[in-house]
Each structure stands twice: as C-alpha cells, then as structure tokens.
C-alpha cells in the first residue's frame, strides 16, 4: 500500500513539471530559431514555432484530469483494503470468542471427570483398607512367640514367610510382589518383638520400636496399593497421585528415624554375635523396603499428565 502512494505522487510531480516544461521550451526554441535565422540572414516568425496558448491549457486539463483520476483509485483502493482488514480483523476476533468458548466447555467437563475419578478412587481405597485390616487382624490373631535363642528365631521367621506365601498363591505375579513387600516389613517386625529376651535391657524397646513400625506398615500398603491400581485416564490428564505420594513420604521419614534409633541401641549394647547379625539383618530388610518407598513416590511425584497446571 505505501509503494502505491508513493507512486502515485512521484506520477503527479511528473506531470505537472511536464505541463509546465513544454511551453516554456517551446518559447525557448523559438527564441533559438529567431537568434539562428537572424545570424545566418533568414527570416523567421517565431510564433510558427511556438505552441498556442489554447492547446497549452488544454493539455494542463488532460494532466488535471489523469492526476484527479488517479488520486482516485488510489482512495478506491485504500478503502477497499481497509475494508479487508476490518473483516479479517473481525473473524479473527470471532475466531478467538469460538475458542474461549469452547475451551470453557472443556474444562467444565474435565472438572466434572475429574471429580468422577477422584469418587472412584475413594471408593476403591476404602475397599482396600477393608481387605488390608482383615490381613492384619489374620496376622495378630496367631501370635508372636518369643524366642529362646537365634535358631528358634530363624525357625519362625522361615514359618511365617511360608505361611504368607501361601495365602496369596492364587493371586497375579503383580500382585503377590506388592504384598510380599509388606509381608517382609511385618516378618521383619515380627521377628525384633520375637528377640525381646534375646536383646537384653534393650529388649523393650526394640519391641516398641518394631510395633511402630509394623503400623507404619498398614498404612502404606493401602496407599502403595492405591498408586498402583490408579486408574490410567486419570493418570493420563493429571498425573501421579501426589497426595498418596506425599502421605507414604511421611510414613518414610517417621521409618527412618526409628531404624536410626534401632542401629544406635545395637551399637551401644552388648550382644551375642550371632543376635546382633539376626537384629541386623531385620534392620537391613527395614531399610531397603524405605529405599524402595522413597523411589515409588519420586517417581510418582514426577509422573505428568496432559493438564498438569490443575
């Protein structure tokens, strides 16, 4: 558009010079012709040369009138491109308000999912805490029994892992490995109560710990489970369970520290060598199950979904 106008205007300053260039170089050439015949003898009437004044004027009018013209198309055409702007620009913005819209319908039906699953999912945790109770109550109703020395300890904890074993034969391969995780920590447990009189004065306390922890346990496996379980649309669009995520995290940290206290009791106290490796190889169980805790809730943590801002 701009190298329109300029042309335009470059086609007018021509013009006029032009109009105003041929009369006087007419007159100027019948002043040459006049000076030139005198010279040479000849005789010469200078208005046979030079252009009437009537022509002239009329010439200026033609200039007049393709200039005007001109100017004319140039307004035809600003206004017709300002005219294709305006409507570009108005369904560009009728565009915009459609996508608004539509975007709004979207989220209104990704909250309305989203409120659906977090239902389900609620559900589903509750059923697995019914489950996971009835675990336990199968576990505390047959016992603990203290033992007598080292090889009566083995004994029982080589039973007990039998015995859960067996009671999840029939499930999946998927299955059985979650619930042996913990199965370990609660034979773990199990076995530190079991070593009361064999850990001396510290004998207490290595129980109380070994209780704590035991129902640390209960609650992590309903919220391992309902990580694992999680339905894959939810996970798709808004990532990991970060509320399971950060509630195992806690249970972790409180793990953690009663392991430390565990350790310290058995480096301060004297023990036979062949308790202080049972009780170590308890502890080794204990830790490595926080070690494995710790990376299934990083990883969860850092699962994204489509909208991960929410």
């Not at 209104?108 to 109550?137: P, S």
């Not at 039998?162 to 009671?167: C, G, I, L, V």
């Not at 710990?209 to 391992?224: C, D, F, G, K, M």
């Not at 062949?274 to 199950?289: F, G, H, W, Y």
Request: charged share 20%; net charge negative; glycine share 6%.
């Amino acid at each position: 558009m701009k190298k329109l106008i300029a042309s335009a205007i470059i086609f007018t300053l021509f013009c006029v010079t032009a109009a105003w260039a041929v009369p006087v170089g007419m007159a100027a050439g019948g002043s040459y012709l006049q000076d030139n015949q005198q010279g040479h003898g000849i005789m010469a009437d200078v208005h046979d040369v030079v252009v009437p004044s009537e022509t002239i004027r009329e010439q200026r009018q033609d200039i007049r009138q393709d200039v005007m013209e001109t100017h004319q198309d140039i307004r035809e055409n600003l206004t017709m491109g300002h005219e294709g702007v305006q409507d570009q620009r108005q369904a560009l913005q009728q565009d915009l308000q459609e996508n608004r819209e539509a975007f709004r319908n979207n989220d209104t039906t990704m909250n309305e999912a989203r409120e659906n699953l977090y239902e389900n999912l609620t559900a589903g945790y509750e059923a697995i805490q019914q489950e996971h109770q009835g675990m336990l109550a199968y576990v505390h109703q047959s016992g603990i029994a203290i033992a007598d020395n080292v090889t009566a300890l083995r004994a029982q904890i080589q039973a007990e892992r039998q015995t859960d074993q067996a009671q999840i034969a029939n499930l999946t391969a998927v299955q059985r490995e979650h619930l042996m995780n913990g199965y370990d920590v609660q034979i773990a447990a199990h076995s530190l109560m079991a070593m009361e009189n064999l850990t001396g004065e510290i004998g207490p306390r290595v129980v109380g710990i070994a209780e704590e922890i035991n129902a640390s346990e209960s609650n992590i496996t309903p919220l391992e489970q309902r990580i694992e379980n999680g339905n894959s649309l939810f996970r798709f669009m808004f990532g990991g369970d970060k509320a399971a995520a950060n509630q195992i995290d806690d249970q972790v940290a409180l793990n953690q520290q009663r392991i430390q206290t565990l350790e310290q009791l058995m480096q301060n106290s004297t023990l036979q060598p062949d308790v202080e490796q049972a009780m170590q190889e308890q502890i080794t169980v204990l830790q490595q199950e926080q070690d494995r805790l710790a990376n299934l809730t990083a990883t969860e943590r850092n699962t994204t979904g489509l909208f991960w801002w929410i």
